[in-house]
């Protein structure tokens, strides 16, 4: 696992805890941290919903 991929699992869990650690796949948990991960890294605004 490259530290990228390290990086959004660890944000992701993070926020599937916040939630309260929901039932599910946590596919969106994990959608919300890709986008955050790879906008820190290129710079790129996040846009919040």
Do not use: N, Q
Not at 10 to 34: M, N, Q, R, T, V
């Amino acid at each position: 696992m490259d530290a990228c991929e390290e990086e959004i699992r660890e944000l992701a869990y993070s926020k599937w805890e916040a939630a309260g650690c929901p039932s599910g796949d946590g596919f969106d948990f994990w959608l919300e941290a890709e986008l955050e991960v790879i906008a820190a890294r290129t710079g790129m605004p996040t846009r919040h919903a």
